[in-house]
């Protein structure tokens, strides 16, 4: 008798994808999980402007960098149209991140450029070349100006803020900000948050990457600058890790119905930020991600329940 075929090793984006495809997606779990918790998306100001956005919104590191293959470039468009239906704005891309930066052009053109985006982006070079790289982002983008303009991993901060803040004194840009990643420059973040009228930060954070909590985002809250959080899932190695485990029952008294919203949750409920960006190429993550923006957050005690837990599990 012939040995059995060995079955392929799926990954979870595998697996939601060629369910979604099927029109399947109910069967991967219980009805009752998938239900959204009620009211609208929860918000938070950005102190600067009062403005309020959701707090959660969507990265586009890795999973938008499709190149030209035109399948791959129209599923970004429907997860664009997912983030959108769900009352998401706030969508993040950089020069950095390969073709991202014209696949959202793409597939914002595709959804007739919806009006509730709060286009957010980066200056990345180090030399005196950020004029020309910001006109072709905007190009790239398809739009005449962003909402957010931000120096990204402090890359030659001290040519580009100065113009970042003409920019904004021209109407060119609404907001400026710098960004870092990895715990990487924190010190250096601190000290522009005290010296420069920065309106955000971006910075990595999350349920086991929790340095900035120390120090950061106190200053951030304390100085009025929003923060936006990258890395929510350690580019989802946290995710995979902590869907070998069962998800707690008592996060069910926080409104969360899978381990994306708990870790999540656990992000946007510290006061000092104003949204998550987690990155996925994928609408059925969209939305359980949009999800964690419904229903209760943790308060400080439930906080120290979830990182214990967490931190048990190894």
């Known amino acids: 008798m012939p040995p059995p075929i060995p079955t392929p090793s799926l990954t979870r984006r595998d697996v939601l994808r060629a369910l979604a495809a099927l029109g399947a997606v109910a069967l991967l779990r219980p009805a009752s999980a998938w239900a959204q918790a009620p009211g609208p998306l929860l918000t938070r100001r950005i102190p600067s402007s009062g403005e309020e956005l959701p707090v959660v919104g969507l990265g586009s590191w890795i999973t938008f960098n499709v190149g030209d293959d035109l399948e791959a470039r129209d599923e970004c468009a429907e997860v664009m149209r997912s983030f959108f239906a769900l009352g998401g704005r706030l969508i993040d891309s950089s020069p950095m991140y390969g073709s991202s930066q014209a696949v959202i052009g793409y597939g914002l053109k595709k959804l007739n450029r919806p009006s509730a985006l709060f286009a957010a982006d980066k200056v990345w070079t180090s030399g005196r070349d950020g004029a020309a790289q910001i006109a072709e982002t905007q190009r790239r983008w398809g739009l005449p100006k962003l909402a957010l303009l931000q120096v990204h991993n402090l890359e030659n901060w001290e040519q580009h803020l100065p113009m970042l803040f003409a920019m904004k004194a021209a109407q060119q840009v609404r907001y400026v900000g710098v960004t870092t990643s990895h715990g990487r420059r924190t010190a250096e973040v601190e000290n522009l948050v005290r010296t420069q009228p920065l309106d955000f930060v ?113």
Request: aromatic share 6%; charged share 20%.
């Open 202 to 314: 971006q910075v990595t954070y999350n349920i086991l990457d929790r340095e900035v909590d120390r120090r950061l985002l106190p200053l951030a809250q304390e100085r009025g600058v929003a923060v936006i959080i990258n890395r929510p899932f350690q580019e989802g190695a946290l995710i995979r890790a902590m869907m070998r485990h069962p998800l707690p029952a008592w996060a069910r008294e926080i409104d969360c119905a899978n381990w994306a919203q708990f870790l999540l949750k656990f992000i946007v409920s510290h006061p000092a930020v104003t949204c998550a960006i987690p990155a996925t190429g994928n609408p059925v993550h969209v939305r359980e991600n949009l999800g964690a923006a419904r229903g209760r957050l943790p308060d400080a005690a439930m906080r120290q329940r979830m990182i214990s837990y967490v931190e048990a599990l190894g």
